[in-house]
T-cell receptor, first 116, second 115 residues
Framework: SAVISQKPSRDICQRGTSLTIQCQVD?????MFWYRQQPGQSLTLIAT?????????ESGFVIDKFPISRPNLTFSTLTVSNMSPEDSSIYLC?????????????FGPGTRLTVL | GDSVTQMEGPVTLSEEAFLTINCTYT??????LFWYVQYPGEGLQLLLK?????DKGSNKGFEATYRKETTSFHLEKGSVQVSDSAVYFC??????????????FGSGTRLSIRP
């Protein structure tokens, strides 16, 4: 399985600011995914990031609020823009499995964001 | 659309008790089924999976069997430990031919084990 790291692990931000979260994988992967986990809730997919193309956003999420970059096969960033307290969540990236195991995703440790 | 319904928590058990967390799904075709676990303060870890009917996934003493006739994937463990205290998520995904598809998660079940 892939080893995934995220930076920062947690942050406390002021309303109206933006935060960029980094996701680094130790091997090349085709797809990277960004999820949001609001307090006490399940995970909701924000967008899917494929290297070399625009991210695909799920209903209810827009690029202006959550811009994503995917510059290569091992790295992606998610920016949470113009934050409000409602954006306080854990943000997790995940990657698809290696060849032969595309039905499985592996998750990073998450970024715990608190917006004041 | 596809969905996953799992047993509401929290669930509190004594150490060495038998555990069942129910999970049912609604999906077209033949999805892969998963249980993920989230320990306090950590991200999600894959606990086990099954990719076709009657498959049994197992790991760390946990088991779940893919039952297509009842569209269920219940998680069981014969004797729980305090270290099993975590949130458990049932999930499904449709396998892509070249890359993964998005995962549909259940609402999660918080499990607490008393010493």
């Amino acid at each position: 399985s892939a080893v995934i790291s995220q930076k920062p692990s947690r942050d406390i931000c002021q309303r109206g600011t933006s935060l960029t979260i980094q996701c680094q994988v130790d091997s090349q992967v085709t797809m990277m995914f960004w999820y949001r986990q609001q307090p006490g809730q399940s995970l909701t997919l924000i967008a899917t990031a494929n290297q070399g193309s625009e991210a695909t956003y799920e209903s209810g999420f827009v690029i202006d609020k959550f811009p994503i970059s995917r510059p290569n096969l091992t790295f992606s960033t998610l920016t949470v823009s113009n934050m409000s307290p409602e954006d306080s969540s854990i943000y997790l990236c995940s990657v698809d499995g290696t060849s032969g195991s595309f039905d499985t995703q592996y998750f990073g440790p998450g970024t715990r964001l608190t917006v004041l | 659309g596809d969905s996953v319904t799992q047993m509401e928590g929290p669930v509190t058990l004594s150490e060495e008790a038998f555990l069942t967390i129910n999970c049912t799904y609604t999906a077209t075709g033949y999805p892969s089924l998963f249980w993920y676990v989230q320990y306090p303060g950590e991200g999600l870890q894959l606990l086990l999976k099954a990719t076709k009917a009657d498959d049994k996934g197992s790991n760390k003493g946990f088991e779940a069997t893919y039952r297509k006739e009842t569209t269920s994937f219940h998680l069981e463990k014969g004797s729980v430990q305090v270290s099993d205290s975590a949130v458990y998520f049932c999930a499904l995904s449709h396998t892509g031919y070249s890359s993964a598809s998005k995962i549909i998660f259940g609402s999660g079940t918080r499990l607490s084990i008393r010493p």
